[in-house]
Structures are given as C-alpha cells and as structure tokens.
C-alpha cells in the first residue's frame, strides 16, 4: 500500500459529510473517532489519515471507546450478513467445535468481568491464538486491559481505513 494518496482517499475526501460519515462509521462506531477524523478532511496523503485515526483513537473517553466496541461482534459469532465481521473473523472458520464452544465460554466470562466483548485485531489470527489472547487477557486488571482494547481498536481500523482508501470502501 502505497503511504501518498490514492483514488480511493480521493474519493473519500470528496464525499458528501453524510456519506462520509457513513464511511467513517463502517470503520470504527464511535461517533466521536469519526467526528474528528471528518474535521481533518482533505489528508493528503494515507500517512496522514492513518496518524489523524491513531490520535482520535488515543483521545476517546470511556463512553466513546464503549461506543466503538459495540460495533463489534464476539469472537466466533461474526455479524450475519456482514462481510466485514465475516472476513476478519476467517481465522475461526475451521476451528473445532470445543474450541468454539471454551472461545463462547470465555467470551462470556470476559463479557461479565469487563462489560464489554472481547475485543482483538482477528484478521490473520488463527482460532487458537484468540483463544490463548483470551485465556491471558481476562487476568488483566481493567485499567490495562482498557488500554489493550483500545491498540487493537487502533489496528483494525487502520486494516479497515486501508480498505477504504485501496478499494473504496471499508465494508
């Protein structure tokens, strides 16, 4: 991927704010992280959309990042219809049904003690590495593991932004 500009960041820096938002929204659900990232518009260049991305991720508060999360679905149960969850939940596909079901399991635990899914950058994770990061991130305290939910937020919307910008659209 190239780091200048590309037809697809063109053509996002020319979309309508509505359209835009739409955009920025299939990417990451935080309102606020779009916001800011609408505000910087035109970037010339990749680089620049990816560093304005990075710091409106570091300046989210708890409810934002909240916000953003809930844009995700569990690891192991991608959206229905969703090509975006479907794809960057590939790694799951051939993972064995007790696999699945101690993922579900641990989901859940997660879920009760953080109040939020298990979050983690899943394109190019095989199914027993989610589940090793699961099994080691549930033990964190919740300062650290806030901090971790927001570097793999960081790193799937760059995955998705590339999406945007390369193919022109981040679904």
Same mark, same amino acid.
């Given at each position: ?7 697809? *960041? ?26 800011? *990232? ?67 399991? *641990? ?65």
């Amino acid at each position: 991927m190239t780091s200048g500009t590309t037809p697809g *960041l063109t053509r996002f820096n020319t979309l309508e704010e509505t359209a835009a938002t739409a955009e920025l929204h299939e990417v990451c659900a935080s309102s606020a992280w779009g916001s800011k *990232l609408l505000a910087q518009r035109p970037f010339t260049t990749v680089d620049s959309l990816f560093a304005a991305s990075d710091a409106a991720m570091a300046e989210l508060n708890t409810a934002d990042l909240e916000e953003a999360m809930a844009g995700h679905p569990p690891i192991g149960r991608p959206k229905p219809g969703d090509p975006t969850s479907a794809r960057e939940q590939r790694g799951m596909a051939g993972a064995s049904e007790e696999l699945k079901n101690e993922l579900l399991e *641990l989901n859940l635990a997660y879920q009760e003690k953080f109040g939020h899914v298990f979050l983690i950058c899943a394109t190019g994770a095989t199914a027993e590495f989610m589940l090793g990061q699961i099994k080691v991130r549930i033990e964190n305290e919740a300062e650290a593991e806030a901090e971790i939910v927001r570097a793999e937020l960081t790193k799937i919307n760059r995955i998705r932004l590339t999406r945007l910008v390369e193919e022109g659209s981040a679904a």
